[in-house]
């Protein structure tokens, strides 16, 4: 699938002003009234609506931006067009800025149908520990849900609308000008074809009422920062009983105080004393699991230095497969020392010196002695 930015012909960094001049021309160019049987023409209008209707939204730019197409199939942010939405899917079409230029003078089209549900998108932060093990959260959600007093129809007692007197139910009516004929929406019934003549009291005809709904979302074990989970329906009620829109629950994983998280891997940084180090020992350390492992520090081990455990880390989304954890060893350099471990410190180092006990430093010496014996030549 083309890129949204090379259908209209604009940078990424394109501001909504060149967004729409660009859409302009290219509607012009390519709409199927000026390209009557022309098929190229038809597809490549369809191309530029659809990237011109994802990128003019800046929450669906911003989804779009970051997944890519992905924002929008397999149970993603909806087809481009259908529903707005309250934290950001908004909606719209080609008539919006049609309307605008020529007032659908080349045909505008209706449809019969009252418009679809926005969409919603609700904030979500989960520990680590939850990502790790998934969870069952129960959520609040401010929507627009179905009118019980008229069962969405906005009628009072639920009544049928009745096909509106200005259009004749077609939802546009005509005028002259000049030598055109301006079509535009239907000011009466602004669209629909329809009326209600008695609107229901509890809703303003609107069908729908605000209200705080309570829905259970099912987390599962090993999602990662940045997760979109997609409910269907349980967005806002669509207008006088049309479909509802989603709901999306996008998912934020909270810092953890002593791992960090790269894709299914864990990291755990642990500080050891150097004489553990330097003798070798063993270190207990935490899982993400909630458990406990021992690592065997061989001796000699040096700072910076990463063990791994097999299996310790984070579960793979949807699938059997396990993440490792790696340990980081900090070696510390004691401090507070008493009188008597300072004179054994002192003899230690004198019972090293000419000895090879510092691989790391003689190494870095010996380099520094070819440095600065090469200035001086």
Known sequence: MKDY???????????????????????????????????????????INEAYEVLKDDQKRAAYDRFGHEAFTNGGGGAPGQGGGFGGFSGGGFADIFDEMFGDFMGGRRSNTAARGSDLRYNMEISLEEAFAGKTAQIRVPTAATCESCDGTGAEGGAQPVTCGTCQGRGRVRAQQGFFTIERTCPTCHGSGQVIENPCGACDGTGRVHREKSLQ?????????????????????????????????????????????????????????????????????????????????????????????????????????????????????????????????????????????????????????????????
């Open 5 to 47: 930015y090379e259908t209209l012909g604009v940078g990424r960094d394109a501001d909504a002003g060149a967004l729409k001049s660009a859409y302009r021309k290219l509607a012009m160019k390519f709409h199927p009234d000026r390209n009557p049987g022309d098929e190229k023409a038809e597809h490549k209008f369809k191309e």
């Open 217 to 377: 979302v099912n987390i599962p074990a090993g999602v990662e920062d940045g997760t979109r989970i997609r409910l269907a329906g349980e967005g806002e009620a669509g207008l006088r009983g049309a479909p509802a829109g989603d709901l999306y629950i996008f998912l934020s994983v909270a810092p953890h105080r002593l791992f960090q998280r790269d894709g299914a891997n864990i990291y755990c940084r642990v500080p050891i004393p150097m004489t553990t180090a330097a003798l070798g020992g063993s270190v207990e350390v935490p899982t993400i699991a909630g458990g406990r492992a021992k690592i065997t520090v061989p001796h000699g081990t040096q700072a910076n230095q990463q063990f791994r455990l097999k299996a310790k880390g984070m579960p793979v989304l949807r699938s059997k497969a396990v993440g490792d954890m790696y340990v980081e060893v900090a070696i510390e350099t004691p401090v507070n020392l008493t009188k008597r471990q300072k004179e054994l410190l002192r003899e230690f180092e004198e019972e090293g010196k000419g000895c090879k006990t510092n691989p790391e430093s003689e190494g870095f010496f010996a380099r520094v002695k070819e440095f600065w014996e090469d200035l001086t030549e």
